[in-house]
């Protein structure tokens, strides 16, 4: 099985909540990235698509990552993996959002331990354009 067909198979499964880490990615930063999922959301009456990562060394405490030194691998995160997924599914969201966690947190449910890191894009003729909350 090639990596391009166990990252379909992988993503194509993380529509399914809670599951856990799917599938481990490499970042310029070099930090651990899981996939946790990925959301269709619609409930604003926005066309959101979520990819929800976790990411350990973003933790206050004990972690060695910060939002600047995590900014670098959402970027590519959205250039490798949210742009092919939207093209192999044939998505047109208005509104992508990628996070990274610390821990795993159900979508929606606050928890103040952790750490959490968001941006927002707008694709464009396959690209990711930055878009302040």
Known sequence: MTARTMLRAALAT??????????AFDVPSGQAIDLQEVLIDDT????????????????R????MSYIDSAPDIEDLCARIVIPYIA???????VVVISLADRAVEFGQPDADATQFFDAFRIENDTCIWEAF
């Open 44 to 59: 604003s009456g926005t066309n959101m698509l979520r990819f929800r990562f976790l990411a350990p060394a973003i933790a």
């Open 88 to 94: 192999e599914y044939a998505l047109s969201p208005k």
């Open 61 to 64: 405490e004990g972690g060695t």
């Open 14 to 23: 993380t529509l399914i909540s809670g599951a856990g880490p799917l599938w």
